[in-house]
């Protein structure tokens, strides 16, 4: 048997072909060298490929070294791996010698049956109709040949905003991880680094993720048995007092293999069938395992993964200083202060701040979808590039023009004033796109669709909007405001 050579995102015993099978871990400085990760992520990362080697003692080879091909010199024998989740990493891969690659896992629907799927589609590929096979073809949430209470989708029974007066949602907080000697050594470790010229962006704080197995799974059992319930109404709120809602928050232990999706998902069904969970928060978990996050990782190898936005409806503009910095404290904008706190401090916030004020803002703007992937990769504890060119340059940025999405994720302030708490008490009005309280989002809002509104046309579900343009007589002036206002902080 070949000793398995595990990348340090894929940590879970599924990448293994049997429990005894000898392994290679490898820890590579270059590339903390090549790019400005959170200080947080590089924490994460390091610790749980550190905690693997542990487990797995005298059966796993743990290397540091500066690069890849150093640590394959340095064994000098045959290794196979799992189909690594970058175009570079497979770059790598592919040309290292006694290396074998093997397939993908790690994901609940096969390459090849994606394939088979987006082939007989020739080109027409939508979310809604590849979770519909997948759900058939794994029988999950089904009812025979019928989906679980009749319909495939109860997002109609979600979106929810936040329940009013209330700072935090009633749910105990998950359980925290305890850090150890080898979260203390890679703490030195990267002190170290960083003395030495590595640069780090974001603020070094306490472990908040998973980086064992078992950490994971306490994590996951906690949040079917608290959060999966109420996770569906409130999935697209926002509290600024609680960053984490009704989220599993497990994205980082599915990225770095910890976890296979078809066990949480599997655990979430069993719940619904229990009674212990509803179905329309059921479907809606599920729905972003094996159908988001799936369709991204597929769609990532389908298409040209290179191409990040050449086609995007605005005018491409580099990030600023204080988005990349995390400069939190240059920004007046409460939510989007919030936000890039958080970022700063946790190297996470859910999906919605994610989507809707982070990349709503980065739309807005005309911000450089390639950079945007670029500040998501590194900044974030679960960016990954196979995840990051589907959700941010074509889900977020539409910068494939519908490839991925049917219209672009912007929104205006009201929006954000609905389905969060953020508007109160900021220095900007949500229903004003003029002047000095002008909110930068509604404003912005307006701005974006003028200036992609020959791009939208003919978009059904951005037609009603783009037909509001001609309807504001201030178009002129909001359009020059924001013109004004580039890339300064809000």
């Known amino acids: 048997m070949l000793r398995r050579w595990l990348f340090a995102d894929q940590l879970g015993p599924h990448f293994l072909d049997d429990p005894r099978q000898p392994v290679l871990l490898v820890e590579s400085k270059a590339v903390f060298r090549r790019r400005v990760f959170h200080r947080q992520k590089a924490h994460l990362i390091l610790s749980a490929l550190r905690h693997r080697a542990a487990e797995l003692g005298e059966q796993a080879v ?73 759900r058939q073809r794994h029988g999950v ?134 009674g212990a969970a509803p179905l329309g928060s059921t479907e809606w978990f599920i729905r972003q395992l094996m159908g988001w996050r799936d369709y991204g990782w597929h769609l ?28 939190a404290g240059a920004v007046g904008a409460r939510c989007l202060a919030d936000v890039l706190a958080g970022v700063r401090d946790r190297g996470w916030v859910h999906h919605i701040p994610r989507l809707m004020v982070l990349g709503n803002y980065g739309l807005q703007r005309g911000w450089h979808s390639s950079e945007l992937v670029d500040w998501f990769h590194r900044c974030f504890v679960d960016g990954y590039e196979w995840a990051l060119t589907a959700n941010v340059a074509g889900m977020s940025q539409y910068a494939d023009l519908g490839r991925m999405t049917t219209r672009p994720y912007a929104a205006d302030g009201p929006y954000l004033h609905r389905m969060s708490d953020y508007c109160g008490g900021c220095r900007y009005d949500p229903d004003r796109r003029l002047g000095p309280d002008a909110c930068p989002f509604t404003a912005g809002y307006w701005a974006f669709l003028d200036r992609a509104r020959e791009r939208l046309h003919g978009n059904a579900r951005m037609s009603r909007a783009v037909q509001q343009l001609d309807r504001l007589d201030d178009l002129p002036e909001v359009v020059s405001q924001e013109r004004e206002r580039g890339s300064l902080a809000p």
């Open 141 to 274: 949430l089904m009812d025979g040949a019928e989906p679980a209470g009749g319909r495939w989708n109860l997002d109609a029974d979600n979106h929810q905003p936040p329940p009013e007066h209330e700072a935090r949602l009633d749910v105990p907080p998950p359980p925290a991880p305890v850090e150890d000697e080898i979260d203390a050594g890679v703490r030195a470790d990267l002190d170290r680094w960083a003395a030495e010229g590595i640069r780090f962006v974001g603020r070094d704080g306490p472990r908040l993720f998973p980086a064992t197995r078992v950490e994971a799974l306490a994590r996951l059992r906690h949040f079917v048995r608290y959060r999966l319930p109420i996770s569906g109404p409130y999935a697209d709120a926002m509290l600024a007092a609680d960053p984490f809602m009704a989220h599993s928050a497990l994205s980082p232990a599915f990225n770095l293999g910890l976890l296979h999706p078809i066990e949480a998902v599997r655990r979430a069904e069993r719940a619904y069938r229990d």
């Open 62 to 134: 743990h290397v540091r070294s500066e690069a890849y091909a150093d640590a394959l010199r340095q064994l000098d024998e045959p290794v196979d791996v799992c189909h690594p989740t970058s175009r570079r990493a497979r770059q790598l891969v592919t040309s290292l010698d006694q290396v074998t690659v093997r397939g993908a896992r790690g994901f609940v629907t096969s390459s090849a049956d994606f394939a088979a799927w987006a082939d007989d589609r020739r080109g027409a590929l939508r979310l809604d109709d590849f979770y519909r096979d997948a």
């Open 300 to 327: 990532y190898w389908y298409f040209d993964a290179g191409d990040r936005g050449n086609g995007r409806p605005a005018p491409r503009r580099s990030l600023p200083e204080w988005f990349t910095g995390l400069d």
